[in-house]
C-alpha cells in the first residue's frame, strides 16, 4: 500500500504557482519522495526526487520538511498543460525497485 | 533517443481468448517493469526485470499472466485465458540500472468482453 496521503484534487489559476502537498509520516531514513505526474491517456512521468534537502529542476521544486514527514510540490507558474494527476510516491534509495502509486492528487489548471 | 514503446495501444479481445502484450524499453535500460490500472483503482505494480531475468513477480495476481523477457530487451506479457477483470490499462516502465528515474510507455488499453 501506498505509504503517502495527497488531497483528492485541487484548482490552480493559469500562471499561478501550484503547490501540491503529500503526507508521508512513516518515511523512513532510507526513503526518498518522489513525484511523477501522470497527464490524461499518458504514461506517468517523473518529475522530481528528494531526500531531506529542498530540490529544483526545470520542471518543479521539492520542499521536504526537517522532520521528513511531508513534502510540497510547487509547480511555479502553471499552465493548461500541466492539468494531470499527481503522484506523491515514497520509495527505498534502492532505484531498482517498482512504484507504489496511491490516488494521488488531480490538479485542475484554469485559465 | 526514443521512449518506451507499447504495442497494441489498445486491445479489444473476448472473454477466455488471449492477448499478448509488447513492451520496447529505451535501449540500455537494464531494469523493465510492469504495472496496471483496473478501472476506479491505482495502479498497480506487475513485475520487475533485471535484464532477462525476473527480478520481482509478487504483483502477478494469477497464472493466467506470464511475462518473458527476450535476451534483456523487449518484454511480453501474455494473458491466458483472458477475463473480464483483466481490462485496464498496462503500462510498462524501464530504468537503467541504479537510476532513479523510471520511463513509462503510452500503455496499452485492454477491454476483455
Known amino acids: 500500500d501506498a505509504k503517502t496521503t495527497q488531497p483528492p484534487s485541487m484548482d490552480c489559476a493559469e500562471g499561478r504557482a501550484a503547490n501540491l502537498p503529500c503526507n508521508h509520516s512513516?518515511?523512513?531514513?532510507?526513503?526518498?519522495v518522489y513525484w511523477y505526474r501522470q497527464i490524461h491517456s499518458q504514461g506517468p512521468q517523473y518529475i522530481i526526487h528528494g531526500l531531506k534537502n529542498n530540490e529544483t529542476n526545470e520542471m518543479a521544486s521539492l520542499i521536504i520538511t526537517e522532520d521528513r514527514k511531508s513534502s510540497t510540490l510547487i509547480l511555479p507558474h502553471a499552465t493548461l498543460r500541466d492539468t494531470a494527476v499527481y503522484y506523491c510516491i515514497v520509495r527505498s534509495m534502492d532505484g531498482n525497485t517498482p512504484l507504489v502509486f496511491g490516488k494521488g492528487t488531480r490538479l485542475s489548471v484554469i485559465a | 533517443e526514443a521512449g518506451v514503446t507499447q504495442f497494441p495501444s489498445h486491445s479489444v479481445i473476448e472473454k477466455g481468448q488471449t492477448v499478448t502484450l509488447r513492451c520496447d524499453p529505451i535501449?540500455?535500460?537494464?531494469?523493465l517493469y510492469w504495472y496496471r490500472r483496473v478501472m476506479g483503482k491505482e495502479i498497480k505494480f506487475l513485475l520487475h526485470?533485471?535484464?532477462?531475468?525476473?527480478?520481482?513477480e509478487s504483483g502477478m495476481p494469477n497464472n493466467r499472466f506470464l511475462a518473458e523477457r527476450t535476451g534483456g530487451t523487449y518484454s511480453t506479457l501474455k494473458v491466458q485465458p483472458a477475463e473480464l477483470e483483466d481490462s485496464g490499462v498496462y503500462f510498462c516502465a524501464s530504468s537503467r540500472w541504479g537510476y532513479n528515474e523510471q520511463f513509462f510507455g503510452p500503455g496499452t488499453r485492454l477491454t476483455v468482453l
Open positions: 512513516t518515511i523512513s531514513g532510507n526513503e526518498y
Open positions: 526485470f533485471v535484464k532477462e531475468s525476473k527480478q520481482d
Open positions: 535501449s540500455g535500460h537494464d531494469n
